[in-house]
């Protein structure tokens, strides 16, 4: 059983303003590429660009190097059927990230030139709109993802995304604003 409250000694500190919302950030992507066993995790969210909707990574932890690393935005026009799937089903599974109905669109440019192979991710909502979505990905070799591993990710990607939106105004007006275009 996956004991979680690391998260919410996390989101404790938040709320104390013991640790910076990106600190809060890079703890939870790290937590749970270890508690998924993934080689990458990440916080991405989906604000309203001029040519729609933008992928944008907050905090992305790589596992095998040991640390944060940068992610690029990424635009809908790949994305569309990425966005579908997390809208009708909350989640893409995707075993083989090159092949997959969700993300075949943007392997090519998004995710084959970091190595990834696989990716699961679970959406997020806030106010009943799609506002992103944690994601593992597997760099080097396809993973068959499990119902476990994505249960995993939704309970850690719950919490951690309700302990940000409850966070004080100020906090939240700061994460809200890096949603803008």
Known sequence: MLDITEIDRLAYRLHGRDITRQQFIEECVRFTADAVDCTRCGLWVFPRGDAGRVLRCLGMYDRDAGNMVNVEDR??????????????????????????????????????????QSLMAAAFSLNGKLFGAFTCSQVGERVAWSIRQLSILTRIGSRATLALASTSSSQLDSFLADLEP
């Open 75 to 116: 635009q809908q026009d790949s994305s569309a059927a990425y966005f579908r799937a997390l809208e009708d089903t909350g989640h893409v599974l995707a075993n083989d990230a090159r092949t997959h109905p969700a993300t075949q669109a943007f392997y090519e440019r998004g995710l084959a030139p970091h190595g990834v």
